[in-house]
Each structure stands twice: as C-alpha cells, then as structure tokens.
C-alpha cells in the first residue's frame, strides 16, 4: 500500500453511501491525523445557507441529488488545496466523487508535487442507510434527505462513485472498511487502517 507523500503530511480521502457514517468519521479521522478537513458537501451547504452565488448554483443540483458540475467544484478543491492549512495534509470527505473528479485530483497534486496516501471506503447495505438517512431527515431537515433524493443519490454513488473505488484500488491505495456496527466499532476499523497504512502510531 503507497503511504509516502513526497515532503508533505498525508492527504487522505475518505469515501462511503450517503448515510455510511462519513461525516461522523470524517472529523475523528482529520484530528486523528492532525489534518484539516474538507467536506465539498459542508462547503455547499455553508454557503447555500448564506445565500452566496456559489450555494444557489450548488442547490439546483444538490436538492435533485444530483452532482454540482466539475466546473464550480473542481476549482473549489484546488482553491482549498493551495490554501496553506493543507500544507500539511488533509482529509477529503465527499471528494473526489467521479472518475473524472479522481483523474483532475490527480493531475491538480501532481503538478503541487503531492499524491494521495491512502483512500477508506466505508461499505454499507444499502436498505441500512436509506434508513438512517429517513431518521436524519426527521432530525436535521436537510433538503436533500426526501425519500425519492435519498434513492437517487443512492443510485448516482453506485454508478459514478463505485468505479472510482475501483480506480483506487487498481493503484493499490484503496482500504475498505466495514461500516456496520456502532460508530465506535467503524471507529475502531478506521484507526487500524491507519496504522496499517502507517500514518499513525497505534
Ligand atoms: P452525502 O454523502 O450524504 O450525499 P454530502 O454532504 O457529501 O452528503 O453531499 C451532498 C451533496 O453535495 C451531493 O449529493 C452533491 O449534490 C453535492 N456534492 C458534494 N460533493 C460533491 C462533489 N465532489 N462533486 C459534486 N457534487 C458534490
């Protein structure tokens, strides 16, 4: 597994289903590291909630479950890959989500003489995270938590995101990370991934 980052601290992203648990994760993953987090998801909506140009042109797409386009996103990430907090490294949460997105990741760190250490999928059944996601749209009313977006963001994880896991794993930088269970025993799976990968110390 490739876990050296040339001269800079570990830039790892973290990937899962709607509903797998990232966001919870996201945030023990980045402090275990020692890293900033970047949520694409929480940029989006941050800025929807302070009606920005940026968050009403994400809303159109994220209210449908759909992709906001490569071309606001794309120059979002680099944005933030250049700003001097992740100089050090960062955890990606929500990004790269395409292929596409994957393959412009790429050339983006290669020209910053950077690469990506380590890529965790969290795995999880589907039907269980349609159903945490209902509980959470009861809870936190997020626009894209009805029934109908849910099932489509479902579909477009498993068509667009899914291949990108295969683009990972085929350049030996993929860990896969049961997602069931309590918070803590995902936790528990996660941390041993890093030590594994040897960014951390057990
Ligand atoms: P979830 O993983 O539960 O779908 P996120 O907060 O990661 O939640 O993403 C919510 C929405 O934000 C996505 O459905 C999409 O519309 C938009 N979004 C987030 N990341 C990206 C990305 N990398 N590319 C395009 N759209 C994105």
Known sequence: MSTVDSGNGPIVILLGPPGAGKGTQAKQLATRL????????????????DETELGQRA?????????????????????????????????LDGYPRTVDQARYLRSTLDS???????????????????????????????????????????KVYREQTEPM???????????VVDGMGTVEDVWERIDQTLVHAGLVQP
């Open 112 to 154: 910053m003489g950077r690469k990506v250490a380590l890529v965790i999928e969290i795995d999880a059944d589907e039907d269980e995270v349609v159903s945490r996601l209902l509980k959470r749209a009861q809870q936190e009313n997020r626009s894209d938590d009805t029934e109908p977006v849910i099932r489509h963001r479902m």
């Open 165 to 175: 896991a295969t683009y990972y794993a085929e350049n030996d930088q993929l860990a």
């Open 59 to 91: 809303r159109e797409y994220m209210d449908k479950g759909e992709f906001v386009p490569d071309s606001v996103t794309n120059p979002m990430i680099t944005a933030r890959l250049k700003a001097p907090d992740t100089a050090n490294g960062c955890l």
């Open 34 to 49: 020692g890293v900033p987090a970047i949520s694409t998801g929480a940029i989006f909506r941050q800025n929807m909630a």
